[in-house]
Structure formats: C-alpha cells, structure tokens
C-alpha cells in the first residue's frame, strides 16, 4: 500500500500570506496526485489534479506542484474562506483503484 | 450540475448491518465510477472500495474485506454500500464520490454530502 504522509499537520498563516503544504508518497505515483478541501461538516472538494491542474471553479491562487513521490500545494495569498484542512490522495493504480489519503494539514489563521 | 444524494443518518447496534444509498443525477451514471470514503469523528479520509457502475467492476480495502459490498443499480443511477457486523469504530460519515473511468482515469471529482452512521449499544 502506497503511504502519503503530509507536513505540517498544523500550519498557522496570517491572511494575504502564502502557505505551502507538502506531501510525500511512500513510491512514485507519478502525476496522479490529487489536493482537496475539506471545511468543518462539509464534504471535501476536489482542489488540484493530475499533480497541478486546478479543478473548475479553483480559484488561481491554488497551485499544485511536484511528481514522482514530492508535491506540493501552494496558495499564494490567503482568503478567509481558504482556512481548512487540505488532504493529498494518491489514484495510480488504475485500472484497480486503490487510493490512499494524506492524514491531512489543518490551515489555521494565525 | 452533478449531485450525489445519500441516504440519511443511520444508528445500528453492534452485530448489525447497514446499507447506504447514493442517487447520482447529472451526468451519464454508467460511464464512471463510484468509490465509498469515511472519516471518523475528528479524523481523516479513510477509502473503503470502489464499483464500476459501467460493468460492475469492484475492489475493496483490504481491512475491510468480506465485511463490505458495494452495488449499483444502473436503472436508478444509485450506488449502494453494505457494510456488515458492525463495530463502534465504524462510527463514522460515509461518503460516495464520483471516479473518473475515462476521462482523468481513477480521479475522485465530485462527493455526496455524507451520511452518519453511529453504532453504539
């Protein structure tokens, strides 16, 4: 089973600043590479994909980056409404699913 | 728009069983995928398993095995999850999500707004 492990588990940022979100998979997972959102009792919502294409609607300060077993979220200037907790979760094995999820990284205002 | 519209909070005893629907509506239901993800209270996302809605295709998380079923009925555009002797870590919201089967293959795009499961005695 392929681990992702994502750091930190908290960041605190103050708004208009920029956060940087990391996740590590325990092999290669290539591209396939997903970032989402998740707020308090809500749903999560699909972010990022395919490593750094942003889904419809993402605003631009979201930008995904990285391949291979490193990547990275950034969101360049921080809104109110960007305080979450973000989850990677890699989807490489096709055509079997077998998906793995980050523990997550809470965003907090700082 | 893509919706997916799950079933209502649920309490079950230890030992018991219970069925979660998910209603798709929006999209050609056949032509993806659906996978069932929990998280317990105050935890992470934890995938159970995945169902081609196309042909019925189906692999399970490993821990779960031979607890879980998961079903479609392509006449209602509705997936289904079973899940069987019921534990109180089972605790948990449960999400469906739509997966991509041809176009950004494997892809979890859009959720079901989760439904609760308490298992207390």
């Known amino acids: 089973e392929i681990v992702m492990t994502q750091s930190p588990a908290t960041l605190s940022v103050s708004p208009g600043e920029r956060a940087t979100l990391s996740c590590r998979a325990s092999q290669s997972v290539s591209s396939n590479l997903a970032w989402y959102q998740q707020k308090p009792g809500q749903a999560p919502r699909l972010l990022i994909y395919?490593?750094?294409t942003r889904a419809t609607g993402i605003p631009a300060r979201f930008s995904g980056s990285g391949s291979g077993t490193e990547f990275t979220l950034t969101i360049s200037s921080l809104q109110s409404e960007d305080f979450a907790v973000y989850y990677c979760q890699q989807y490489n094995n096709w055509p079997l699913p077998m998906y793995t999820f980050g523990q997550g990284t809470k965003l907090e205002i700082k | 728009q893509v919706q997916l519209v799950q079933s209502g909070a649920e309490v079950k005893k230890p030992g018991a069983s219970v069925k979660v629907s998910c209603k798709a509506s929006?999209?050609?239901?056949?032509?993806?995928?659906i996978s069932w993800v929990r998280q317990a209270p105050g935890q992470g996302l934890e995938w159970m398993g995945w169902i081609s809605a196309y042909n019925g295709n189906t692999n399970y998380a490993q821990k779960l095995q031979g607890r879980v079923t998961m079903t479609t009925d392509t006449s209602t555009s509705t997936a289904y999850m079973e899940l069987r002797s019921l534990r109180s870590d089972d605790t948990a919201v449960y999400y469906c999500?739509?997966?991509?089967?041809?176009?950004?293959?494997?892809?979890?795009?859009?959720w079901g707004q989760g439904t609760l499961v308490t298992v207390s005695s």
């Open positions: 929006g999209y050609t239901f056949t032509s993806y995928g």
């Open positions: 999500a739509r997966v991509g089967i041809t176009m950004v293959r494997g892809l979890i795009d859009y």
């Open positions: 395919g490593a750094s």
